[in-house]
C-alpha cells in the first residue's frame, strides 16, 4: 500500500504582529522587519497559508512534512501565532516540523520560541538527543534535522555539527538494516553548491557523504525558494534531494508558492516515490496539478 506525504517550506506567515521588530530589542531583527515591510510582505501572503491548509487537507495525506521558517523574525510575538496555524493545520502526531534559519534568526529562549514547536518534533524512537528525530510511520521512518542556529547579520548559513552527523549516521543504519523508507527532512539545501555561500549548509560535504554511504531513499527541503531536484553523489553512490519553493509566495514572483505530495510504494522490491507538484493559481484562487515524476524502482 502507498503511504502519501504532504511537504511544504517557509511558510513566512505575515503580517509581523505590531511591536515584533522592538520586542526583545535585536538589531537584526529589526533589519528584517524592514525588509518585511518594504519587500517581503508582498511577496508572503496570508491568503496563500490559508489555501495551503485548505488544499492539504482536501488531498488527505497520511502525514505532512514541513521543513522550516515558520517565522520571520524569530520574535516572541510570532511563535504563539504560528503555533494556532499549525494547530489549525493538524495533529501534532500528523505533522512534522524542522526549524529554518528565520525561526533561529536571532538567538531566543527555547521557552519564548522553538519550545512552541515542540510536539511537532517528537520522536519514536529513543535518541540522545533531540535532533535527530525519528518518527515511524507504517513502513516510512521521517528522520527530522536542524540546521537552524542564529547567525551574523548577513548571513542565512546552517550547520548540523559533528553530533548531529554522528547520531544520524547511526539512525540510518538502523532503519535501513529494519527494512525502512528513510525520509530525510532538513531546512537548508544538503548538498555541497546547492546555495550561496552565505545561505549554504556549513558542513554540506559531511551530510552529503553520510546520506550517499547510508543510501537514504530520500532527503527533502526548503531555503531556496524554488522547485529543485538534485542527485547528491559520493563514492558512486547517489541519493535523491527535492526542493521547494515557499509555500506562501505570490503567483507573480518567479517562483510561485508550491508544495509536493509524495506517494511511497514498493515496486518489484523496491521502493518508489512518485512526485505530484501543486502549484498556486491566481486564476483558480487556488493549488492546481503542476507537474508529476518518479523516483526510484
Known amino acids: 500500500m502507498n503511504f502519501t506525504l504532504a511537504h511544504f517550506s517557509d511558510l513566512h506567515l505575515g503580517p509581523l504582529p505590531r511591536g515584533a521588530a522592538f520586542h526583545a530589542f535585536r538589531f537584526k531583527r529589526v533589519i528584517g522587519a524592514a525588509s518585511w515591510a518594504f519587500n517581503r510582505r508582498k511577496k508572503h501572503l496570508p491568503g496563500i497559508a490559508e489555501a495551503l491548509l485548505r488544499d492539504i487537507h482536501a488531498h488527505r495525506p497520511q502525514h505532512v512534512a514541513f521543513t522550516g521558517d515558520a517565522t520571520n523574525i524569530a520574535s516572541p510575538l510570532e511563535f504563539p501565532r504560528l503555533r494556532a496555524w499549525l494547530d489549525r493545520l493538524g495533529h501534532p502526531e500528523w505533522v512534522s516540523f524542522t526549524p529554518g534559519n528565520h525561526d533561529a534568526y536571532v538567538p531566543v529562549s527555547p521557552e519564548k520560541g522553538l519550545a512552541y514547536f515542540a510536539p511537532f518534533m517528537a520522536g519514536d524512537m529513543k535518541t540522545e538527543a533531540p535532533f535527530p528525530y525519528v518518527r515511524l510511520r507504517r513502513n516510512v521512518a521521517l528522520i527530522g534535522l536542524n540546521s537552524a542556529e542564529p547567525r551574523w ?94 509555500a506562501t509566495m505570490a503567483a507573480d514572483a518567479h517562483h510561485p508558492a508550491e508544495w509536493n505530495l509524495y506517494e511511497i510504494s514498493r515496486h518489484k522490491g523496491q521502493w518508489q516515490t512518485r512526485v505530484h507538484i501543486r502549484k498556486w493559481q491566481d486564476a483558480a484562487a487556488g493549488f492546481v496539478p503542476a507537474h508529476d515524476f518518479v523516483v526510484g524502482g
Open 153 to 246: 547579520l548577513h548571513s542565512a548559513e546552517g550547520r548540523l555539527g559533528p553530533t548531529q552527523r554522528h547520531h544520524l549516521r547511526l539512525l540510518l543504519a538502523e532503519l535501513r538494516a529494519k527494512g525502512f523508507y528513510r525520509l530525510v527532512m532538513i531546512h537548508h539545501p544538503p548538498g555541497p553548491g546547492m546555495a550561496a555561500r552565505l545561505r549554504a549548509l556549513t558542513d554540506a560535504p559531511e551530510l552529503r557523504n553520510i546520506l550517499c554511504e547510508e543510501g537514504v531513499e530520500l532527503v527533502i527541503h526548503g531555503h531556496n525558494h524554488r522547485r529543485e531536484f538534485h542527485w547528491l553523489e559520493h563514492n558512486n553512490s547517489r541519493v535523491p534531494a527535492i526542493g521547494v519553493p515557499s
